[in-house]
Each structure stands twice: as C-alpha cells, then as structure tokens.
C-alpha cells in the first residue's frame, strides 16, 4: 500500500523542476484576466519556445562529453 503514494510522490518531485513554465503560464492567465491579449500571446509564445527548444539533457550528461 505505500508502493503507490512513493510513486506519486517521486513523479510530483520530478515536476517540480519547472517553475519556469509554470510561470509563463500564470502571467498569461493574468494577462488575459487584465485583457492584454498581445502580453499573454507573448508569454505563451515563449512558453511553446521554451518547451519545444529547452534543455533536454538527461541528468547523467556533462558538458565535457565531447
């Protein structure tokens, strides 16, 4: 019975690491609610930017690999 809740526990740490998307996301949101539609545009703009073309590294790597 506890297997589960480590499970659910490891996965919402690994989550976590990302408080720059959940950052963009939220000043879209409040851009929207204050109506600047251009602002939020940006900001998700650089969310998708962020997401597509971020960094990908697995943890294991090192810059000195070459």
């Known amino acids: 019975m506890m297997a589960p809740s480590m ?9 976590d690491f ?3 998307a959940r950052t963009l996301s939220w000043m879209a ?3 929207v609610a204050a109506g600047e539609l251009r ?4 900001y998700l703009l650089e969310l998708l930017a962020w997401c ?6 697995p943890a294991g790597t090192t810059a000195d690999a070459a």
């Not at 499970?7 to 989550?15: C, F, G, H, L």
């Open 7 to 15: 499970d659910v526990a490891a996965s919402t740490s690994a989550q």
């Open 18 to 20: 990302r408080p720059r």
């Open 29 to 31: 949101s409040l851009s």
């Open 39 to 42: 602002a939020a545009e940006g």
């Open 52 to 57: 597509a073309f971020g960094d990908r590294e």
